[in-house]
């Protein structure tokens, strides 16, 4: 398989690039000082935006959004897999584009993980930080911790599915929507990205990569703790790789 790789229920107001409309989904959690800006270089291009807010949040991030032209939805708190799930049941149809909120991904490259899929080519494609580069996946010992795991599940994955992929793990990602719903995404929380990768193969969908860099988080700090959950990304591995 290529090294560029491929990787919504209803929201009726949200309406694409080859007949394919755009959905930019940006799950949220204590971000309003990232919102505004990520949105704004979104806005231009995709008028479709949701933002999917934490019921925990405690800051002003559903109203930022707001302002800036998204719709806001609230997840039920339980984490990022549960406000991806939502997304997708509130987005009826074409391209589902999955961005994280804390504006470390290139919102320039939407277009490259979108074209595959308009194309035909390809049913999901990742946004691969192995392939672009990141700002944030070396440098200390809990970055080299991260990256050698997520090695070692990208290397049993391509074992098993026989596939050259590299970035399982990465949330920059592009899906149809009517495949995301056939996936019947069960995680609640990072792993995801990677429950979906994982069983768009086993479904036989096609799954591709992009290059993309990945910058540094522009302010707060990161949600992801990995000494907290890092076993659940062992655990998804052992649970749907067969």
Same mark, same amino acid.
């Given at each position: 398989?290529?090294?560029?790789?491929?990787?919504?229920?209803?929201?009726?107001?949200? =309406?694409?690039?080859?007949?394919?409309?755009?959905?930019?989904?940006?799950?949220?959690?204590?971000?309003?000082?990232?919102?505004?800006?990520?949105?704004?270089?979104?806005?231009?291009?995709?008028?479709?935006?949701?933002?999917?807010?934490?019921? %925990?949040? %405690? /800051?002003?991030?559903?109203?930022?959004?707001?302002?800036?032209?998204?719709?806001?939805?609230? $997840?039920?708190?339980?984490?990022?897999?549960?406000?991806?799930? *939502?997304?997708?049941?509130?987005? /009826?149809?074409?391209?589902?584009?999955?961005? /994280? =909120?804390?504006? +470390?991904?290139?919102?320039?490259?939407?277009?490259?993980?979108?074209?595959?899929?308009?194309?035909?080519?390809?049913?999901?494609?990742?946004?691969? *930080?192995?392939?672009?580069? +990141?700002?944030?996946?070396?440098?200390?010992?809990?970055?080299?911790?991260?990256?050698?795991?997520?090695?070692?599940?990208?290397?049993?994955?391509?074992?098993?599915?026989?596939?050259?992929?590299? $970035?399982?793990?990465?949330?920059?990602?592009?899906?149809?929507?009517?495949?995301?719903?056939?996936?019947?995404?069960?995680?609640?929380?990072?792993?995801?990205?990677?429950?979906?990768?994982?069983?768009?193969?086993?479904?036989?969908?096609?799954?591709?990569?992009?290059?993309?860099?990945?910058?540094?988080?522009?302010?707060? %700090?990161?949600?992801?703790?990995?000494?907290?959950?890092?076993?659940?990304?062992?655990?998804?591995?052992?649970?749907?790789?067969?």
């Amino acid at each position: 398989m290529s090294k560029e790789s491929y990787l919504n229920e209803t929201y009726p107001g949200i =309406s694409g690039g080859l007949n394919l409309k755009v959905t930019i989904v940006i799950p949220s959690y204590n971000e309003e000082k990232n919102m505004s800006d990520i949105i704004t270089k979104i806005k231009s291009d995709y008028e479709n935006i949701l933002v999917v807010d934490s019921k %925990k949040s %405690k /800051d002003k991030t559903a109203e930022v959004a707001k302002e800036a032209g998204a719709v806001v939805i609230k $997840d039920g708190g339980k984490g990022k897999g549960e406000a991806l799930r *939502r997304a997708i049941r509130h987005v /009826d149809d074409g391209i589902i584009v999955f961005i /994280d =909120s804390d504006g +470390s991904h290139a919102t320039e490259d939407i277009p490259k993980l979108i074209k595959p899929i308009q194309e035909g080519r390809a049913d999901m494609v990742v946004a691969s *930080r192995m392939l672009g580069g +990141s700002d944030e996946l070396h440098g200390t010992l809990l970055n080299f911790i991260k990256t050698t795991g997520t090695g070692l599940i990208q290397l049993f994955i391509n074992y098993r599915w026989r596939v050259e992929l590299t $970035d399982s793990e990465n949330g920059f990602r592009a899906i149809k929507a009517d495949v995301a719903k056939k996936l019947k995404l069960k995680a609640n929380d990072f792993d995801i990205e990677q429950e979906m990768v994982m069983k768009a193969l086993k479904k036989n969908f096609r799954v591709s990569e992009i290059a993309s860099h990945e910058y540094p988080r522009k302010y707060g %700090k990161a949600k992801l703790k990995l000494m907290k959950c890092g076993w659940k990304f062992a655990w998804r591995l052992f649970r749907d790789i067969w």
